[in-house]
């Protein structure tokens, strides 16, 4: 393949349905105690991706995910909305990871992979909000970086150019290959499954899960190379462990509360006039209003 | 210890953004605590003049990279010269707007200098740490506090041991306070030449458009804030006629936002503004976290729903147990009846 492009794409915490053991002693998030999706903006980040490798011939959309072995469901929801192949970045040691020691690890496993002509990743994960992935990546690279991506407004096989989403505004730019590009959730939404690709990847798997399942397929990747899921090591992509998991995260969680609001002792009254009146007279003397 | 450091933002209108000064006010704070100066950072196209607009925020010295090229803001050459000042003064702190630009430029300043960076701040204060494995003391670290987990969590992170602890935070979560009108500002002009190479421009800049800010509702002392039980773009109306009759601004919810009643600038929460006013008006919203995160510090709360169990209710002041379209217009009138 001459054109690449890598797809970041994680597996998040569903936290708009956070229940109460989701945290761990240390502050860790306990993400086997919730539902895990696919990031939304990562979703807009493959739409994006699909649509480059529509407009460029012979390029590929390979995904990396990095997580434990369960995530390795992202990549196939993603092969079964038009991604080629995925790589699972897993090892206990990556354990821990704050978004520096993550995007060391991603880098390394980018450069593992070869020549790369294109990143794409979310605007943010929702699990963190931090939207520092994708820029730390692009510095790890040392590639130049298009964030808030909302449109791809061209590309050909030397340059790109992107309709970025700013607060006030937008910006279009222009910029050679490599590179890396953030997706904002204001993108297109990504494609949705292809039945026949669904049919055809339903059966990818990790070796983990291959061993897991321990049924009798395990001549699969013989015969059908393109299930294979490739699990990435520390070792396999050569990253200095003091770089990864709880050491080489510079950011440490001292403390975590959950969010209670003290209730107040609230004054309640219907919608009629002298309620209203009574209130409003009251704000204008304790000088709230007026 | 070293200093610690703003990095300072230029609006279309090139001034210093709001939320700049406003960390200009919290870093001058926590410069005090630490007993060290506070530093601002300004890369654009403007000249020495504009140290004005950071002195009365108690700036001792404002670094000025100064050059037609480094406007608009561009990754690759602010990170540049960011990191160049960094390295020469290793600051002990460093601060930057939770703004596309700030949130744009950290991270890649963070990793360049292996150093730690928490997002979206909504509170920085100094304190001490020990750490449990190894007994190890630390002295007067930030910490950095935030929500986290959608709003259900709030997170306190520090840096034990890398510099600078970085953090952003967004507009509005800090108080923009003058300490002096004549507060003395020295200006350190950058040698932008010596920094900037041809490859940092490899991001052309093909067509921008942006538009000047238009409503800031976090500088409102009064805000009636819709929700999506205002039901519709022409009820939201009746929000506008409140808040010009009581001299406030309109603010939202985000699904009120999503369902195209208002727009997007007057959204309060965790991925809206954050507003403390004297008087708060939540009209047909039901108080998610994500949203009380961003208006719970309001002096005084009232909540008008014609749901009586909405959490909005718990943290009001007053509860108008009613229809929205019923209760303003009843509010209207007996705000003019009585204030005159
Ligand atoms: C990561 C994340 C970030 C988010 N950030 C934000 C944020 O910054 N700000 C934010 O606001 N939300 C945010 N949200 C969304 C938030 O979770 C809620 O969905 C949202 O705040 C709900 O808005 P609402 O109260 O207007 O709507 P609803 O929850 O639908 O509530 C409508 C209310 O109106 C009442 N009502 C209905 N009809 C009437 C009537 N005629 N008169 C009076 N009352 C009536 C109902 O009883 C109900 O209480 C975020 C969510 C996530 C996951
Ligand atoms: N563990 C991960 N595996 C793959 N991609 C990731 C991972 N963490 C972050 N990313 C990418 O970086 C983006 C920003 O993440 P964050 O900085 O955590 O908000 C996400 O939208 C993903 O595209």
New binding site residues.
């Given amino acids: 393949m001459s054109f690449r492009i890598v797809v970041l794409a994680k597996q998040v915490p569903d936290?708009?349905n956070v229940g109460k053991d989701a945290m761990k002693a240390d502050g860790t998030v306990n993400r086997g105690a919730l539902p895990a999706i696919y990031n939304p903006e990562d979703l807009h980040a493959l739409e994006f991706a699909l649509r480059v490798k529509d407009r460029i011939d012979d390029a590929e959309i390979i995904i990396l995910t990095m997580g434990p072995p369960r995530a390795a469901e992202i990549i196939r929801e993603s092969m079964f909305r038009g991604a080629d192949r995925g790589y699972l970045i897993t090892d206990r040691r990556f354990a821990g990871s704050d978004t520096l020691a993550t995007s060391y690890a991603i880098s390394m496993a980018v450069k593992y992979l070869g020549d790369v002509d294109l990143v794409v990743a979310g605007r943010q994960a929702?699990d963190g909000?931090t939207a520092q992935v994708g820029p730390q990546v692009a510095e790890k690279l040392n590639f130049p970086q298009i964030t808030y991506a909302e449109e791809m407004e061209a590309v050909d096989a030397n340059s790109i150019t992107v309709k970025r989403r700013l607060e006030r505004g937008i910006e279009i730019v222009k910029s050679s290959f490599p590179c890396v590009v953030t997706v904002h959730a204001s993108a297109p939404p990504c494609r949705f499954r292809d039945a026949k690709r669904l049919m055809k990847y339903k059966k990818a798997r990790t070796i983990t899960e291959l061993q897991e399942e321990s049924n009798e397929y395990s001549d699969v990747y013989e015969k059908r190379p393109y299930l294979r899921i490739e699990e990435l090591s520390v070792d396999d992509i050569q990253a200095d462990t003091q770089y990864l998991g709880l050491s080489g995260s510079p950011t440490k969680v001292k403390k975590i509360e959950n969010v209670v609001f003290k209730a107040k002792e609230s004054l309640r009254m219907e919608a009629k006039d002298q309620d209203i009146n009574d209130l409003m007279k009251g704000l204008i003397d304790t000088h709230i209003i007026g | 210890m070293n200093n610690v450091f703003v990095y300072c933002e230029i609006t279309e209108e090139k001034n210093i953004a709001d939320v700049s000064l406003e960390l200009c006010s919290k870093g001058r704070k926590l410069a005090n605590d630490l007993n060290v100066k506070l530093e601002a950072v300004v890369i654009g196209d403007v000249g020495p003049e504009i140290a004005k607009e950071v002195s009365p925020f108690g700036v001792d010295v404002l670094h000025l990279a100064n050059d037609s090229r480094l406007f608009p803001y561009r990754t690759l050459p602010h990170a540049a010269i960011v990191s160049h000042i960094f390295k020469n003064a290793e600051p002990e702190i460093a601060l930057f707007g939770a703004s596309s630009v700030g949130r744009d430029l950290a991270p890649r300043i963070a990793s360049e200098l292996k150093c730690g960076l928490t997002a979206d701040c909504t509170s920085l204060e100094i304190g001490d740490h020990v750490e449990n494995k190894t007994q190890t003391e630390y002295k007067n670290l930030l910490y950095q506090i935030r929500p986290a987990f959608?709003?259900n969590i709030i997170a306190t992170i520090i840096n034990p041991d890398t510099r600078p602890q970085m953090a952003t935070v967004r507009e509005g979560v800090m108080k923009k306070e003058e300490i002096s009108s004549s507060y003395q500002t020295e200006v350190k002009h950058i040698d932008v030449a010596a920094i900037l190479t041809d490859e940092l421009f490899a991001v052309e800049i093909i067509n921008r458009h942006i538009e000047a800010k238009k409503v800031n509702i976090t500088a409102s002392g009064i805000i009636v804030a819709?929700?999506?039980?205002?039901?519709s773009k022409d009820?939201f109306k009746l929000l506008y006629e409140l808040a010009g009759a009581l001299g406030g601004e309109v603010g939202?919810?985000?699904?009120?936002?999503d369902a195209g009643y208002v727009e997007h600038e007057r959204?309060?929460?965790?991925?809206?503004v954050t507003v403390r006013p004297k008087l708060y008006i939540a009209?047909?919203?039901?108080?998610?976290?994500?949203?009380r995160?961003?208006m719970q510090e309001s002096a005084t709360i009232i909540s008008?729903?014609?749901?009586p169990d909405?959490?909005?209710n718990n943290i009001a002041d007053y509860v108008i147990n009613?229809?929205?379209?019923?209760?303003i217009p009843k509010m209207i009138k007996y705000y003019r009846l009585n204030s005159k």
């Fill in positions: 936290t708009r929702i909000d | 959608g709003g819709g929700g999506y039980g205002v039901g009820n939202a919810s985000r699904a009120a936002v959204q309060v929460g965790q991925t809206g009209c047909g919203i039901s108080g998610a976290v994500q949203h995160a961003g008008i729903n014609t749901d909405a959490p909005i009613g229809e929205v379209q019923d209760v």
